[in-house]
Structures are given as structure tokens and as C-alpha cells.
């Protein structure tokens, strides 16, 4: 019923910068939260950065200042704007989504995660 798709991810040195994107598609009716997660090999997924609908953000504590969450609601899209990158923030990244469905149904929805990899 809803598909996420994340590009954006690669390899990138120290210090520089990479711009993800997430676009959703489907039965939507609309998007409250959106939502950037990471998962590193051998560590739990966290949250990187989050946004609602009416643009309030949060930041987990070790991507503050260097990341930026945005969205267009028109597009269904979020964005993640990742500056000043470090080899720790090497992982998949995965966009994820609080969906209200055509159907009045509430509906959480993940996209496939997309690799980034940065080298020292």
C-alpha cells in the first residue's frame, strides 16, 4: 500500500557531505512523522533525526549541528542533509514514516535503508 524509497547514500571521505532522500508513494492520506534511522553493523538502530509534519525537529545528541532534517510535504519527500561527516556515522540508513492511509488506517512504513560509508 505505501512504498519508501531512499536514495542518496555512498562513500564519502572525512569531512564531507552527503544529501539522502526519501520519497513516499501509495494510499496516503498524509504524513505526520518522518523519521532517519542508522543502523551500524554489530549496534541496534537509532534514531538520527526526526521531523513532524509542521516542521519541529530533533536530533539525536551526536548528529547535532552537522545534520539537517527537512521535508516537503507537497512531494511526500524527507531529506537528510549530512555535513561534516565522521567514519563513525558509517551505516545503513534507513527513512521511516508515521502514514495515515486513504483508509483512516495508521500505518508505520520503513524504505530499504541506503549505505553510507565514510572513510578516514
Known amino acids: 500500500q505505501v512504498q519508501l524509497v531512499e536514495s542518496g547514500g555512498g562513500l564519502v571521505q572525512a569531512g564531507g557531505s552527503l544529501r539522502l532522500s526519501c520519497a513516499a508513494s501509495?494510499?496516503?492520506?498524509?504524513?505526520?512523522?518522518m523519521a532517519w534511522y542508522r543502523q551500524a553493523p554489530g549496534k541496534q538502530r537509532e534514531l538520527v533525526a526526526a521531523?513532524?509534519?509542521?516542521?519541529?525537529?530533533r536530533y539525536a545528541d551526536s548528529v547535532k549541528g552537522r545534520f539537517t532534517i527537512s521535508r516537503d510535504n507537497a512531494k511526500n519527500a524527507v531529506y537528510l542533509q549530512m555535513n561534516s561527516l565522521k567514519p563513525e556515522d558509517t551505516a545503513v540508513y534507513y527513512c521511516?514514516?508515521?502514514?495515515?492511509?486513504?483508509?483512516?488506517?495508521?500505518?508505520?512504513?520503513w524504505g530499504q535503508g541506503t549505505q553510507v560509508t565514510v572513510s578516514s
Open positions: 501509495g494510499s496516503i492520506f498524509s504524513i505526520n512523522l
Open positions: 521511516n514514516a508515521v502514514i495515515t492511509l486513504v483508509t483512516s488506517t495508521p500505518l508505520g512504513s
Open positions: 521531523i513532524t509534519r509542521g516542521g519541529s525537529t
